[in-house]
Structure formats: structure tokens, C-alpha cells
């Protein structure tokens, strides 16, 4: 026969009350973060470090720990159903804002390549505006040198 041992009221109610200030303390966190969202301190951060940093930072471990919990509390049987899935769709959710909110992020490489594209536009066209100068300048000698050659030819000769 086996007894199924029942939890004394004062154990049950103690624990239930530990489950419900955990569970505010990660729903606080979670209002922390949308203040840094709204005042523009986490878009910040995302713009500076990358989107792979602020991912990191909001993941449910993080946010965990941020709470003053442990990193694997919400894998535990208690919140693993409800609180981590309500954490994680605040997560993508606020990750979406972000995205949408910053400007295209390129990585470093693509920003020197960028440059080095615009230094060799620019370059081409100095030595356009160059070859074009240097023509007018041929131009220019030689409409002269046609204007002394009819000067000449106009002016009476002395004998």
C-alpha cells in the first residue's frame, strides 16, 4: 500500500510563495528592459556591440540571472511551460523592435570595402577631371597659337 505523502500547509504555501517572487522578479526584469527599449539605451548597445551581444544578453539564462536566479530556473518543471515560453516570445518580440528600429549594421569588412569602392570612384573620377583639364589646356595652346598665325597673316609686311 503506499501513502502518497501529502506537503504540510505551512511547506506548500512557503513554496508557492518562493515560485510567485521568483516569477515577479523575472517580470521585473522584463519591464527593465523595455525601459532601456524606450528610452533608447538598449538600441544603443545593439547598434554599437551587434545583434549577436544583445541576443545573448537577452536570453532567459540572462534574464535569469538578471532576476538574481539561477541560469537554468526557467528549465525548471515549475516555469518551463509558462514563464520561459513567455520570456522567450518577449524576447523575439523586443528583438524584432530592435531590428527594426537600427539602421542596417555592416560588418567591418563591408564597411572597408565600401570605402575602398568609394576611393576608387572618386579616384577614376579625379583622373577624368584631370585628362579633361589637360585636354581643355591642348585646346586652349593651340586656338592661341591659331590666333597668332591670323594675327600675322592679317598684319600689313613692310617692304
Known sequence: MTHKKRLPEHLKSSSQRRTIDARQSV???L?????????????????????QSIAAE???SSIS????????????????ESTKLEV???????????????????SEKQQIADLKDEVFR????CHRISDM????AIQLREARAEIRALKKAMKPRLV
Open 27 to 29: 517580470l521585473r526584469v
Open 31 to 51: 519591464g527593465e528592459i523595455d525601459q532601456e527599449l524606450a528610452s533608447g539605451k538598449l538600441l544603443e548597445r545593439y547598434i554599437k556591440n551587434g545583434p
Open 58 to 60: 537577452l536570453k532567459h
Open 65 to 80: 540571472v538578471r532576476a538574481g536566479l539561477g541560469p537554468n530556473f526557467l528549465n525548471g518543471p515549475s516555469h518551463k
Open 88 to 106: 522567450e516570445d518577449f524576447v523575439r518580440d523586443r528583438l524584432a523592435q530592435l531590428a527594426a528600429q537600427a539602421p542596417e549594421i555592416k
Open 122 to 125: 572618386l579616384e577614376s573620377r
Open 133 to 136: 583639364a589637360h585636354l581643355w
